[in-house]
């Protein structure tokens, strides 16, 4: 067995990312590992423990993998020789055969060396098929220990969805494979599938080794058997064929990947405290905007057929809610038509108004058929950014020069840059402005005051009925007694 072992420890050890830092954890673990079984350096010993009724070969003690780590690592504390070899064991290298927990034990506990084929370095993964067999012939088998854990139970379930067309098949598959294992004295498998973590376990690495790989070598690694597509079709077995030479870092390489970590490094980053107060902020401002948790002058449209909310908040009339909105941000101002019309109104008033315009514009750029885009791109340079253009635009020389540039070959999104700087403008001057003057304040003041005036209108209109019908009836009585004198 040691020497089978050997002999396979060479497959698909070549790898182009040698120097990153799951590989080194991986090439320590497999030096040690490799050690372990060798018998002749002084390895433990593989050897076939007799059970009542069976045989299990090619096993070892969980205690003389201990003794074995405390020995030759010069380790003193048998707490951290456990620790380093349930390190292992969570890797997938060992994996106990009396349960499926990865961890290692002090004791009689029996262990199997996982094949080299399937070591993790190899970023070996199983199709989606295997692992579907695997989990059936876990519930064949009426033991205790075989249980599925829960996110397996959910893979199964989504796997049976996945294969409902061939699930048939898996299944004779795995009843065939149980009835073959019935008859072998050796009732335990290597497992395949144990360096697949379980969902929510902290890696104890610094990335996932077949994330990364999957990364920078897509056509190599497959998709995970969490990931199951949608349309069932199994993924052919994965090809172990030796890496492509490397080529050389050159200093250009390097420049650019310390370029790259410094940017990395002046990157603005939020603590989650205040993100959290963000986001509790921004449901605070918009909750009374939400039909399904304040109530709505109409009725509720997401779960009745009446369709009045639409109709007002589409209407050119806004509500003191809607004007209250525009306060929040230029864009929530820009998303009412009502509220653009009175942007714009505002900023005829300062003479600016072909920013507004020219955002517009591109705006309805983006939504043009294709065939129309290229004579309207150019239109909206003859209108804003031209020499002599009648509503002409300032902008920053770099965002001038990328959209000259754009325009040679023009598109939905040619003006992408200039739109940015001409909102950004608009953002920081014209709008604050907007809100402090008096075409917004006055419509705010009259939306609030409206019920009251409203209230107040109603009053003075019935007085005027009961003073106009007492002068009636008074008139007639009066006509009435002077008839009777």
């Not at 990312?17 to 002749?40: A, F, L, W």
């Not at 909105?325 to 003479?351: C, I, Y």
Request: aromatic share 10%; glycine share 4%.
């Amino acid at each position: 067995m040691a020497e089978g072992t050997k002999d396979l420890a060479g497959v698909g050890t070549t790898d182009p990312e040698e120097d990153s830092p799951n590989m080194i954890v991986y090439r320590k673990i497999e030096d040690i590992v490799t050690r372990i079984q060798d018998e002749k350096a002084g390895g433990v010993s593989i050897r076939t423990v007799k059970s009542f009724l069976s045989k299990i070969p090619s096993v070892v003690s969980g205690a003389d993998i201990v003794q074995w780590l405390m020995k030759n690592l010069s380790i003193e504390d048998p707490a951290e020789a456990i620790h380093l070899g349930s390190l292992i064991a969570a890797h997938g290298y060992i994996f106990p055969i009396s349960d499926h927990v990865l961890t290692l034990k002090d004791d009689g506990t029996l262990y199997r060396f996982q094949s080299p084929y399937f070591w993790p370095s190899n970023c070996w993964e199983p199709e989606n098929t295997d692992y579907a067999i695997y989990l059936c012939k876990r519930t064949m088998q009426n033991k205790a220990r075989l249980e599925l854990a829960d996110y397996e139970a959910e893979n199964l379930a989504r796997l049976q969805r996945a294969f409902a067309r061939k699930w048939e098949f898996i299944f004779m598959q795995a009843e065939a494979q149980v009835k073959i294992q019935t008859g072998r004295s050796d009732k335990k498998q290597p497992s395949v599938f144990c360096h697949l973590p379980q969902p929510g376990c902290v890696n104890t690495t610094e990335m996932d080794i077949r994330k990364c790989r999957r990364e920078r070598n897509p056509h190599r690694v497959k998709k995970s058997v969490y990931g199951v597509p949608d349309d069932g079709q199994s993924q052919p077995s994965p090809v172990h064929i030796s890496s492509q030479p490397t080529r050389k870092t050159t200093k250009e390489d390097v420049q650019k990947e310390i370029t790259f970590l410094n940017s990395q490094l002046d990157r603005h980053c939020m603590k989650v405290s205040k993100v959290a107060d963000s986001l509790m902020g921004y449901t605070e401002q918009f909750i009374e905007y939400d039909p399904f948790v304040s109530t709505t002058e109409a009725s509720n449209p997401w779960i009745s057929d009446d369709t009045s909310f639409w109709d007002l908040e589409a209407s050119r009339d806004p509500s003191q809610q809607r004007v209250k909105k525009w306060g929040f941000s230029l864009e929530e101002a820009l998303k009412d038509p009502a509220g653009r019309d009175q942007f714009l109104k505002f900023l005829e008033s300062e003479f600016s108004s072909e920013n507004l315009r020219f955002w517009l514009a591109v705006q309805d750029l983006k939504r043009r058929p294709l065939q129309d885009v290229s004579s309207r791109a150019q239109e909206i340079w003859q209108e804003f950014l031209a020499e002599g253009a009648p509503s002409s635009i300032n902008l920053d020389s770099h965002s001038y020069e990328r959209t000259s540039q754009n325009l040679k070959d023009p598109g939905r999104y040619s003006y992408e840059d200039a739109q940015e700087h001409i909102f950004k403008l608009m953002k920081s001057d014209s709008y604050a402005r907007f809100l402090r003057s008096n075409i917004y304040q006055d419509l705010l003041l009259a939306r609030k005051k409206q019920p009251a005036d409203t209230e107040q209108g109603r009053r003075t209109s019935l007085e005027k009925f009961t003073r106009s019908v007492g002068k009636s009836l008074t008139g007639k009585r009066l006509t009435g007694l002077m008839q009777s004198s």
